[in-house]
């Protein structure tokens, strides 16, 4: 099933290549779980463990996305997250950035209580589309009741 063209590379989507891998489907029913602020800033965060010159493998950023919504319940973790990914953004800006390996800066942020003032996500962190979500949360459930 085509979704549609990515927003960034423009390379087409398939919802079949996607789901290949068992922690590739876990992963997309774990974000299609989730609201969607808390679902959009937990994958930016998680890109934030990425380096360079490699794309995140599906079973490390399924853990990351475990271990991150364990730290917190939900508002108090978008929050933080977008927090987190603000503040990393700025280093990258600035030339300090490396790629996260664990979690203690979110850590640190939760217990600390900043970004719990942030209402909603920054416009850099939205979603090009508001149905696009409810349109792969339907295939992925789908995708779940089919036997492989």
């Given amino acids: ?18 789901v290949q891998d068992e ?11 989730l609201e969607k602020n808390t679902g959009t800033a937990l994958v930016t965060y998680i890109g934030l463990f990425r380096s360079p010159s490699r794309d995140l493998a599906n079973d490390r950023a399924l853990r990351l996305a475990n271990e991150a919504l364990e ?3 939900p508002n108090a973790l978008t929050a933080a997250l977008v927090h987190t990914v603000e503040s990393m953004r700025a280093k ?7 790629p996260l390996s664990n979690h203690n800066y979110l850590r640190r942020v ?4 900043q970004g719990a003032d942030i209402p909603a996500l920054p416009a850099g ?3 090009p589309r ?5 349109v792969v949360s339907s295939a992925i459930m789908d995708i779940k009741d089919t036997d492989w």
């Fill in 1 to 18: 099933m085509q979704l549609t063209r990515c927003p960034i590379c423009h390379s087409r989507l398939s919802l079949e290549s996607l």
């Fill in 23 to 33: 922690a590739g489907r876990d992963l997309l029913a774990l974000l299609a779980r």
């Fill in 71 to 73: 730290l917190a319940e």
């Fill in 92 to 98: 990258q800006q600035l030339g300090h950035f490396k």
């Fill in 110 to 113: 939760l217990e600390n209580g």
């Fill in 125 to 127: 962190l939205a979603t």
């Fill in 130 to 134: 508001q149905n696009a979500r409810a």
